[in-house]
């Protein structure tokens, strides 16, 4: 009788890993069995195979396995089964075995190299065609399981009665995708009574206590795989997950022998192989082993800053362009934005806030420039020149029905009402009147068309040069209703269909936007009037005006009592009120009532991969940069799960100052001041909210490795006198980079993106960009102690007091064109430890960013500036396994003396423990209460984000995202299990491997 069993696939070459503590469910279907779901209290060993029961119990059962660990060290030849009955051939005459491949996964084994070698006879038939020698591998076959495909199968004549299938491996993407995700794992089936499998390479392990053989059913064939020299004996008491590091004399790891690999509780022997993370031998003598186990780092949902729709967590339109256009009907609220990379490109919601449906973006950077609804239909004006017609219940595009390419951003606006539309060409100086089927009915002369609308009676209204125009539904002249001196550049306009009124919204800068071709001086504090939405009645009298003349303050404390700032679209509700989307900081839309109150803001998106950051001393007081060079501090209430803007600044008008929206900065205090230190370039501003300004006070740069610029006089002065970095602070306390007050001292300065910042003002640098610094002079990490202060309190770096810790204990002298390493982020914690991350080497492996890479380090120094430990390999595929790694771009914080660094690629933030030990990656255990998975993605390249933790020792982790940024408390830091010991290594693992068995070279 068949039992449960759960087989793993490992690439290691001796010693079993034991299974996943992971409960699945037995599926059973007629004579079929699924054979999957583990014991955890059954034993197993080393050397079990499985016996497919009797003739009278299952007939085919389904060999399920699991990849526990990658080891991209070593390269992987092969994978071979084989197969033999269990009975002597005589009693199988006239009968056959099937052996099936199946896979859950696309990308599955690779299929055009399988090869069949019998033992005794070559009498292989293919099981559709009957050809001999061949194998199938066209997916098809018989639903064994839902979701597995047949991808091989092999008929056995009696004659045949054993053999091998060698199999090309998985490649490497494949088995690590099958870590993160076991519902991509595979397996096999093996349908015929009494089979049994034998020797071979990737080991499938028994967890029966019945075993009938001594061998293993499947190993792997590693290239350069020696023999066991060396092992480490331990005892869990409780299932976990486990990594192991072995150090030499003076404490650096030497080799990363496991990492986070699952254990069930008992005794455990690591089989150590005396070679090092390079696969190099060691010398014989003394070594250390510590080992770090933990129940998994688990991820709880908190809330999500700077987007909040009616459900928090759910995804919300806009990033390079945030949501520019509403429309609203009886049925809900249409939200679209001008331009996105990756999250929805529109959503619908109904008043209280319910999800009816969203549009994924058409490709990259698409996005909306007008919406129209009429009835169940919705009209769209695409920023390619497309106008689309969906259905306005469900969100689907039914047809495209007007194209044209050449007129792209012409398209202004669109209005439809009663079985018509009216489309404004503003650069043609046209209105087109056209039917549901993007027919042209009718075409108007008019100049400078920008907002339509069409009224009751089926006439058109029209902005034309600052005034708006009547267009006869039937033809006739045009006339003006609302003349130019009651306006000021208006831009969009819609009717209150509960009065009949035309609601106008001013926009200086709209066209521009429009066009991407919007200028930091128009985002500047306005000095005109405009920026109001205005109610005139059908026949031009002017009603009322909504918001301060001028716009609301754009910058200081947040007012949005007092109007708007930039003006992008505006929609008539059917209960008289009305929305508009409002492009200045915070980027947001407004539903006001028709008496001009605020009913509810809706916030964002925000820039691509957005970054927030708790104030270190206040953490309710968090810091977000917006898109255009804006910043907003908030207030987060955690428990509440609930934030508001308090106070907005500008970035994009600061010399020397490097904040860049996908980098961050630093929050510190000094004097009573508040501080905004910069993650790139180095640069420093204080916080004036009475003013609401930022005011630079230190800045350096190395401009000729794409450094923050200064003002015009000192880039000139910098190329005049053939100089290449420059440093600055406001001596006499104007806030203005003054020729007078920057020195450019000589040499090279160590500077470089993702630095570091302590409470002392002293700034380590990533060095990004520079790797030749690094690999030609090996100087190590660069850091600036302030040699003083200015009176207000600005600090004062000099070039020629620059320090290093180093040099790198991976980098040596390299010849002219071999590619250095270069910084992805520094950081010190608070025992003074040092810590850095590196991306380098020769390129290898594959993925837009990890493709530029061979090599990826994470290095720790002790206070003293020693070097303690370097570890972290490079993943060559698209997968990454535990402790491998893609492309590093910023250490993001260091918990509890843990390192955490951000991997731009796979979204990724990798830990490691003070000892250098796999912890895991934030966010890989999560606890859903009830929310889908993908809220606990970072759903863009992660270029970085950050860390607080709080007082009960648990972590706030403010993860950047496609336009918002997630919180995720991260619990689990006071399960950490250590063990620590010594072993010998009596004799160094040999120069070269020994051969396989067949005596061919490993």
């Not at 930091?520 to 009298?541: I, L, N, W, Y």
């Not at 796979?906 to 895991?920: A, E, I, K, R, T």
């Not at 607080?948 to 997630?966: I, M, P, Q, R, Y």
């Amino acid at each position: 009788m068949c039992r449960t069993w759960m087989a793993l696939l490992m690439l290691v070459c001796v010693w079993p890993m034991a299974a996943q503590a992971q409960q699945e469910t037995a599926v059973r279907s007629g004579d079929d069995t699924w054979l999957d779901a583990a014991n955890p209290h059954q034993k197993h060993g080393p050397e079990a195979v499985l016996q497919v029961g009797g003739p009278k119990t299952a007939r085919r059962a389904l060999l399920r396995f699991q990849v526990s660990e990658i080891d991209s060290r070593r390269k992987i030849q092969s994978a071979s089964i084989q197969v033999k009955l269990a009975k002597p051939a005589a009693k199988w005459k006239d009968q056959s075995v099937e052996l099936i491949l199946v896979s859950d996964h696309n990308k599955g084994w690779g299929a055009d190299s399988a090869t069949w070698e019998s033992l005794n006879d070559p009498s292989i038939y293919d099981l559709q065609t009957g050809a001999p020698i061949r194998t199938r591998w066209d997916g098809g076959g018989p639903a064994l399981v839902k979701g597995a495909k047949v991808i091989s199968s092999v008929k056995l004549s009696a004659a045949s009665a054993e053999g091998v299938l060698t199999l090309p491996l998985p490649d490497v993407s494949f088995l690590t995708q099958c870590v993160r995700e076991p519902q991509h794992n595979g397996g096999f089936v093996l349908q015929a009574p009494g089979l049994e499998t034998a020797d071979g390479g990737i080991e499938f392990h028994s967890f029966d206590a019945a075993v009938i053989a001594d061998r293993p059913v499947l190993s792997v064939t590693l290239e350069g795989a020696g023999a066991q020299v060396a092992g480490i004996a331990y005892e869990l008491k409780t299932a976990g997950r486990v990594s192991i590091n072995i150090y030499d004399s003076a404490g650096h790891v030497v080799r990363e022998l496991i990492a986070g690999a699952t254990r069930l509780p008992g005794k455990h022997k690591e089989p150590w192989d005396g070679r090092d993370n390079a696969d190099q031998p060691l010398p014989a003598g003394q070594y250390t082993w510590k080992l770090l186990q933990t129940q998994g780092l688990a991820a709880e949902y908190v809330l999500t800053l700077g987007t909040n729709p009616g459900v928090p967590w759910e995804r919300w339109p806009g990033n390079h362009n945030s949501v520019t256009n509403v429309a609203v009907d009886q049925s809900g609220i249409y939200f679209a934005a001008g331009s996105v990379e990756g999250p929805p490109m529109m959503v619908k919601e109904t008043a209280d806030g319910k999800r009816l449906w969203k549009i994924e973006n058409y490709g990259a950077f698409s996005g909306c420039y007008a919406l129209a609804p009429m009835g169940e239909k919705l009209f769209m004006v695409e920023n390619t020149g497309r106008i689309n017609r969906l259905n306005a219940i469900t969100g689907a595009r039914e047809a495209t029905i007007v194209e044209d390419k050449t007129q792209g951003l012409l398209f202004r606006d669109l209005a439809a009402r009663d079985g018509r539309l009216l489309l404004s060409l503003t650069d043609k100086n046209l209105v087109r009147w056209l039917d549901p089927e993007g027919k042209t009915v009718a075409e108007v002369q008019v100049a400078q068309p920008m907002g339509v609308a069409i009224e009751a009676d089926g006439s058109g209204l029209v902005i034309s040069e600052g005034r708006i125009l009547r267009l006869p539904a039937c033809g006739g002249e045009a006339t003006v209703v609302v003349a130019a001196d009651k306006l000021v550049k208006p831009w969009r306009m819609d009717i209150d269909p509960t009065t009949g009124d035309i609601l106008v919204a001013e926009s200086p800068w709209a066209v521009n936007w429009m066009r991407r071709e919007l200028k930091v001086e128009e985002q500047k504090e306005p000095e005109h009037s405009g920026r109001q939405v205005k109610r005139f009645s059908a026949t031009g009298g002017l009603k009322r005006a909504y918001g301060d003349a001028g716009g609301r303050p754009q910058y200081g404390r947040y007012q949005p009592e007092r109007g708007f700032v930039n003006l992008a679209d505006i929609a008539a509700a059917p209960d008289g009120s009305f929305f508009v989307t409002d492009l200045g900081h915070p980027p947001r839309t407004a539903h006001h009532a028709a008496d001009g109150k605020l009913l509810r803001e809706w916030f964002g998106g925000h820039g691509y991969s957005a970054w927030a950051g708790a104030d270190p001393a206040d953490p309710t007081s968090v810091w977000m940069l917006l898109n255009y060079g804006g910043l907003m501090r908030m207030q987060v209430d955690y428990a509440k799960k609930t934030w508001r803007p308090v106070e907005i600044y500008s970035t994009s008008d600061i010399p020397g100052f490097g904040l860049g929206i996908v980098i961050g900065m630093f929050i510190r205090h000094k004097d009573g001041q508040t501080l905004l230190c910069s993650n790139g370039f180095p640069g420093i501003v204080r916080v004036d909210a009475e003013n609401g300004k930022l005011v630079p006070m230190s800045a350096m740069s190395f401009p000729g490795g794409g450094g923050a610029p200064g003002t015009p006089e000192v880039m000139a002065k910098l190329k005049a006198d053939g100089k290449l970095t420059y440093q600055w602070a406001d001596r006499n306390g104007n806030g203005q980079m003054d020729l007078d007050e920057v020195t450019f001292p000589p040499g090279i300065m160590h500077t470089g993106g993702n630095s570091y910042v302590d409470d002392t003002l002293t700034y380590y640098l990533g060095c990004s960009g520079t790797a030749w610094q690094y690999a030609k002079l090996n100087t190590g990490l660069a850091y600036y102690r302030p040699q003083g202060f200015t009176a207000n309190g600005a600090p004062i770096y000099d070039n020629a007091k620059q320090q290093f810790v180093g040099p790198l204990p991976f980098v040596g002298p390299l010849p002219d064109g071999m590619p250095g390493y270069g910084g992805a982020g520094v950081w010190r914690d608070d025992q003074g430890n040092m810590f850095a991350a590196f991306n380098g080497g020769k390129p290898a492996g594959m993925g837009f960013w990890a493709g530029r890479t061979g090599d990826n380090k994470v290095v720790k120094y002790t206070p003293d500036g020693k070097y303690q430990w370097v570890v972290g390999r490079h993943s060559l595929t698209g997968g990454v396994g535990p402790g491998e790694m893609r492309f590093l771009w910023q250490i993001v914080g260091a918990p509890h003396g843990c390192i955490a660094v951000s991997d731009v690629e796979n979204s990724f933030v990798h830990m490691w423990d003070p000892d250098g030990l796999w912890v895991g990656r934030l966010l890989e255990n999560p606890v859903l209460n009830g929310l889908p998975s993908w809220v606990f993605q970072i759903k863009c390249e992660n270029f970085g984000g950050s860390i607080h933790t709080e007082k009960d020792g648990n972590v706030l982790f403010f993860a950047s995202n496609e336009n918002n940024v997630n919180v995720f408390r991260i619990r689990g830091w006071d399960k950490f299990q250590r063990q620590q010991g010594s072993l010998t290594l009596n004799t160094p693992a040999a120069t070269t491997r020994p051969a396989q068995p067949d005596g061919k070279p490993r």
